[in-house]
């Protein structure tokens, strides 16, 4: 049974930081791509960012380019998103997905998702 499990959320003032982390079982976790997305209240799942297979490719929407950061550690099941400079707009439930192969940006082409981690960002 696939599970992934988000941890890492909570409440931070505007400026800070945040790391989340995405631990994956019952897959072969380098089988797979891995996305960050999120979902404020009354808005569509969005896209983060995703990272290859291996790690040595990452891609970040560019709301979020230059403030946060994806990243794998394929030795631990575990795929990381460290968030800087947050702004009370990124406020939102945070998902980490699972895609076999190659990584997207269409929240459609993955194939597992974890329950989701709360981040608040007060102004």
């Known amino acids: 049974q696939v599970q992934l499990v988000e941890s890492g959320g909570g409440l931070v003032q505007a400026g800070g930081s945040l790391r989340l982390s995405c631990a994956a079982s019952g897959v072969t976790f380098d089988n797979y791509a891995m996305g960050w997305f999120r979902q404020a209240p009354g808005k569509e799942r969005e896209f983060v960012a995703h990272?290859?297979?291996?790690?040595?490719?990452?891609y970040c929407a560019d709301s979020v380019k230059g403030r946060f950061t994806i990243s794998r550690d394929n030795a631990k099941n575990t795929v990381i998103l460290q968030m800087n400079v947050l702004k009370p707009e990124d406020t939102a439930v945070y998902y980490c997905?699972?895609?076999?192969?190659?990584?997207?940006?269409?929240?459609?082409?993955?194939?597992?998702w974890g329950q989701g981690t709360q981040v608040t960002v007060s102004s």
């Open positions: 997905a699972a895609r076999w192969s190659a990584p997207a940006t269409n929240f459609n082409d993955y194939n597992y």
């Open positions: 990272i290859s297979r291996s790690g040595s490719r990452t």
